[in-house]
């Protein structure tokens, strides 16, 4: 049985435990709902909440834990004669996964037992159904593949067997406890409670794996490459067949350019937009023009970056570049950065709104009681006051300006250099991270690890913005409320 169908039916259990657990309760009460601890709702519950957690997160474990052990057994099957020359166990389990993948699509089509096909014919079978592999898999790797698919049946099979055991136990636990005088809804709000506290906590351990995967990552990247060359070179020249040269600098210089000329163009125009429809807007006006702007938000990315690239690079290059001799390429810094600020304007404007909407009123009736006027007020009384703020929401636009991908792909190009003409073609560190981890690379290689210590050296940078726009905006409002 498939996860979804599975989980499918635990929540079924769930629902029928909830319909018969509350007829329990009343029944044990004669049909008296006063003579109960807790109204007849909560038991139903707590037989639905014993019924379906236990067996969905079992499930949810199993799902995650399963391929790791299947990986490592028949991973220690393939010995260092069956892995191809300049291939590597990662590549070959890849391999190993595809061909298990394609002998379940062959047999849910009813094609005959494909144990005793050869090599070759397997191979072309494989590839009719859409799995295409190399000439140099060897016959041990079907073979693995062969056993890869069964241990992944039997666990799929003990799976199905253990969650619905597990919810049928859980069904039948709370059920037996319902009785008159059995504390329900205590049982439930504290199952609640636990349930609303691990959530929380998914938050805080998804960022602790980022952090240990990157930290793992790049101290064995450091162990193949010095870290003194990583931090202050000033060249970028990966090699994979050797003499790579990894120095971060160009990629960091290309990002905070691009960053900062983007937040040229959206932090006056945010704060002037802002302003605007605080002070000065009506309320139709307002109500029209905010979701007007907002909408820039929730325009994709990567329609940004096709943007910057078939309509401002080229206008940018015959316009200004070309005609004062600057450069001849539509791909720049200038290109990202001006729709990379036009992204970020609705982040400015809508974070300064709220923040300038929370100065209070009394400050401006004040500023007008002694003879200021509306400009006047803006000036020296309503923009000092929102001042940690807006810087606030500036960092926070900085932030995501960093961490930006697809716009400075299409728009700024990929050459890592140092260069101070915003005409020239640059990039980023985000960029390399995407190249560096794409492609049929070895995963060992320094080349390929380089990708973490840039990604850790990126989130350390941005986590940095971050905690200090919170405690900004904090202050801030701590000073109002």
Not at 214 to 219: A, G, K, M, S
């Amino acid at each position: 049985m498939t996860p979804g169908l599975l989980a499918l039916l635990v929540l079924a259990i769930a629902a029928a435990g909830f319909v018969i657990g509350r007829k329990r309760a009343l029944s044990a009460a004669s049909g008296d709902s006063r003579s109960l601890h807790s109204l007849p709702g909560y038991y139903g519950q707590s037989v639905a909440l014993f019924a379906a957690v236990p067996a969905l997160v079992f499930l949810a474990g199993w799902l995650v834990l399963q391929p790791l052990l299947i990986d490592m057994r028949v991973g220690a099957t393939i010995t260092p004669a069956d892995i191809p020359q300049g291939s590597s166990q990662s590549l070959v389990m890849s391999d190993v996964r595809r061909i298990a993948d394609g002998l379940d699509v062959l047999a849910a089509r009813g094609a005959p037992d494909t144990a005793s096909l050869d090599p070759a014919t397997l191979r072309s079978r494989l590839a009719e159904a859409g799995i295409a592999l190399g000439n140099d898999v060897k016959p041990a790797i079907f073979d693995a593949a062969t056993d890869y698919r069964a241990r992944a049946a039997k666990g799929r099979l003990a799976m199905t067997v253990a969650v619905i055991a597990l919810s049928a136990a859980g069904f039948a636990y709370a059920f037996s406890r319902i009785t008159p005088a059995f504390r329900a809804r205590n049982v439930v709000e504290r199952f609640i409670k636990a349930l609303l506290i691990g959530a929380s906590s998914v938050a805080i351990l998804t960022t602790l794996g980022i952090v240990l995967s990157l930290v793992f990552e790049t101290t064995h990247f450091f162990r193949l490459y010095p870290a003194r060359e990583f931090f202050l070179s000033l060249t970028w020249n990966p090699q994979f067949r050797g003499g790579s040269d990894l120095g971060i600098w160009p990629l960091l210089w290309g990002t905070l350019y691009v960053s900062f000329i983007a937040l040229l163009v959206a932090v006056p125009v945010g704060i002037f937009a802002a302003i605007y429809l605080a002070e000065y807007a009506g309320r139709k006006t307002r109500a029209t023009a905010k979701p007007l702007l907002e909408i820039l938000a929730g325009i994709p990315t990567i329609v940004y970056g096709l943007f910057a690239l078939i309509t401002v690079g080229p206008m940018l290059r015959d316009y200004l570049a070309q005609p004062l001799g600057l450069g001849s390429s539509s791909s720049s810094v200038m290109t990202a950065g001006l729709v990379m600020g036009i992204m970020l304007i609705p982040f400015v404007s809508s974070l300064s709104d709220d923040i300038i909407n929370a100065v209070p009123q009394a400050m401006r009736d004040g500023s007008y009681g002694l003879g200021a006027t509306q400009s006047e007020t803006v000036r020296q009384v309503i923009l000092p006051a929102a001042l940690p703020g807006i810087v606030g929401a500036v960092l926070l636009a900085a932030s995501r300006a960093i961490g930006e991908t697809m716009i400075v792909v299409m728009g700024a190009g990929a050459a890592a250099k140092m260069d101070l003409n915003p005409f020239e073609a640059m990039t980023t560190v985000t960029v390399k991270i995407v190249s560096q981890l794409t492609g049929d690379t070895e995963f060992a290689s320094p080349e390929t690890l380089v990708a973490f210590a840039l990604g850790l050296t990126l989130f350390v940078f941005t986590l940095g913005l971050n905690i200090l726009a919170l405690y900004i905006v904090r202050k801030y409002r701590e000073q109002y409320e």
